[in-house]
């Protein structure tokens, strides 16, 4: 029942995430064509990847939580560490082009018109972003969807640009600073580009079967050190917001069957309340 919730949390997150994105995008591409602005353009084409990303984590998500089948015994959830990591390729791209444009135009600064309008837009742009990229955050944490929080990282980014692009309209306003405009387009590449990185490494790792968190790995361990449990040889590997884990446990060779399997359920429902989707193999070896 758990599940169906959050699966039915985590698809509707997404469909928030491909709305907002449309209708920002469609907004600054207009805004863009009549001030001639490259930061409101290269806005547009941050949210453009973010679309891009929330139409691909909205199919993600929607194939993760599928249970597993024959062909897939582990289950699908490594389509959100794939989805997230084609994420991390497209804000890459997209900011490679951002800072080439900017900087061809940094040494040909050109003519902002109507900046009111450019502000008034990105401030729209950022409080939607506000409200859309803190219920994806709230519910990639409840729900433990690496795809939700690489859709929120986007929309987060989007947010601060937006911020800074409005203070740069303000003094374009003000003091026709237009070098300001190639200024900001850059300061967003960059963001994107260390944005995109960090994504990157957080979900292609993932996909080589690293370990997971040290401290996940410690609570596993607690949980067998507070019954003096004796246990080696712990192995673990994330698959989307599934935690697949093998130990040993040491138990005295004539304790009855029924008590040993008693043990093992006691500790893998203990397991599942603090780690949820974990799917733990334990391996009983004689004391």
């Given at each position: 029942?758990?599940?169906?919730?959050?699966?039915?949390?985590?698809?509707?997150?997404?469909?928030?995430s491909?709305?907002s994105?449309?209708?920002?995008?469609?907004?600054k591409?207009?805004?863009?064509?009549y001030?001639?602005s490259?930061?409101?353009?290269s806005?547009a084409?941050?949210?453009l990847?973010?679309?891009?990303?929330?139409?691909?984590?909205?199919?993600?998500?929607?194939?993760?939580?599928?249970?597993?089948?024959?062909?897939?015994?582990y289950?699908?959830?490594?389509i959100?560490?794939?989805?997230?990591?084609?994420?991390?390729?497209?804000?890459?791209?997209?900011?490679?082009?951002?800072l080439?444009?900017?900087?061809l135009?940094?040494?040909?600064?050109?003519p902002?018109d109507?900046p009111?309008l450019g502000i008034v837009?990105?401030?729209?742009?950022?409080?939607?972003n506000?409200?859309?990229?803190s219920?994806?955050?709230?519910i990639?944490?409840?729900?433990?969807?690496?795809?939700?929080?690489?859709?929120?990282l986007?929309?987060?980014a989007?947010?601060?640009?937006?911020l800074?692009?409005?203070?740069?309209?303000?003094?374009i306003?003000?003091?026709?600073w237009?070098?300001i405009?190639?200024?900001?387009?850059?300061?967003?590449?960059?963001?994107?580009?260390?944005?995109?990185?960090?994504?990157?490494?957080?979900?292609?790792?993932?996909?080589?079967?690293?370990?997971?968190?040290?401290?996940?790995?410690?609570?596993?361990?607690?949980?067998?050190?507070?019954?003096?449990?004796k246990i080696?040889?712990?192995?673990?590997r994330?698959?989307?917001?599934?935690?697949?884990?093998d130990?040993?446990l040491?138990?005295?060779?004539?304790m009855?069957?029924?008590?040993v399997?008693?043990?093992?359920?006691?500790v893998e429902?203990?397991?599942?309340?603090?780690?949820?989707?974990?799917?733990?193999?334990?391996?009983?070896?004689?004391l």
């Amino acid at each position: 029942m758990n599940n169906i919730m959050n699966n039915k949390s985590k698809k509707r997150a997404a469909l928030t995430s491909v709305l907002s994105n449309t209708t920002l995008i469609v907004f600054k591409i207009i805004v863009a064509i009549y001030t001639g602005s490259l930061s409101i353009l290269s806005e547009a084409l941050h949210s453009l990847s973010d679309l891009l990303a929330a139409v691909i984590t909205f199919f993600s998500v929607r194939y993760s939580d599928e249970p597993p089948d024959s062909r897939h015994p582990y289950g699908h959830g490594k389509i959100e560490n794939i989805t997230a990591s084609i994420e991390a390729l497209l804000i890459i791209f997209a900011a490679v082009y951002i800072l080439y444009e900017a900087i061809l135009r940094l040494f040909n600064p050109a003519p902002i018109d109507m900046p009111i309008l450019g502000i008034v837009v990105m401030s729209f742009s950022f409080i939607v972003n506000i409200f859309v990229s803190s219920y994806l955050f709230h519910i990639s944490k409840k729900t433990n969807s690496l795809a939700l929080e690489g859709d929120a990282l986007h929309l987060r980014a989007d947010m601060y640009s937006s911020l800074a692009i409005v203070a740069g309209f303000i003094l374009i306003l003000w003091f026709k600073w237009y070098i300001i405009d190639s200024i900001f387009a850059i300061a967003v590449g960059v963001y994107m580009s260390v944005e995109g990185f960090i994504l990157l490494k957080k979900s292609f790792f993932p996909l080589m079967d690293v370990s997971i968190k040290d401290e996940e790995k410690q609570i596993i361990m607690n949980v067998f050190q507070e019954r003096n449990l004796k246990i080696h040889d712990l192995k673990t590997r994330k698959s989307g917001n599934n935690i697949f884990a093998d130990i040993h446990l040491e138990l005295n060779s004539e304790m009855p069957l029924k008590d040993v399997h008693k043990i093992c359920d006691e500790v893998e429902e203990k397991l599942k309340i603090q780690l949820p989707g974990i799917e733990i193999n334990i391996h009983v070896e004689p004391l």
